[in-house]
Nanobody, 128 residues
């Protein structure tokens, strides 16, 4: 069964904005799960972008701090990533992921290995 579905990707020019959405379903509940956004640039490994715990506290990669904002709407069971001041280096496939909120998750939530449920991804392309 489908549990995480991303949307909102696209092509923008540098300096532009996009908002990604991730609709959760099945046993994934944003109110109780720890969630995150990850990305995989062409030819590079997957990396953490931003994560959020069940209480709504966000964690960010240094490269996006101050430009991206992670949030969630528990009533809609949906995760968001607002991306502002986009740069060409932000070009990647963006993935939504979910994890159980364990103490180990908090130690390194941006590590993709800490998440166990993944969406199919949405492409973001930023041109200069």
């Amino acid at each position: 069964q489908v549990q995480l579905v991303e949307s909102g990707g696209g092509s923008v020019q540098a300096g532009g904005s996009l908002r990604l959405s991730c609709a959760a379903s099945g046993h994934i509940v944003t109110r109780t799960h720890c969630m995150g956004w990850f990305r995989q640039p062409p030819g590079k490994p997957r990396e953490g972008v931003a994560t959020i715990d069940a209480g709504g506290r966000g964690f960010y990669a240094d490269s996006v701090e101050g430009r991206f904002t992670i949030s969630k709407d528990n009533a809609k069971n949906t995760l968001y990533l607002q991306m502002n001041r986009l740069e060409p280096v932000d070009t990647a496939m963006y993935y939504c992921a979910a994890a159980t909120c364990t103490p180990g998750w908090y130690i390194s939530s941006l590590n993709p290995l800490k998440s166990d449920t993944w969406g199919q991804g949405t492409q973001v392309t930023v041109s200069s």
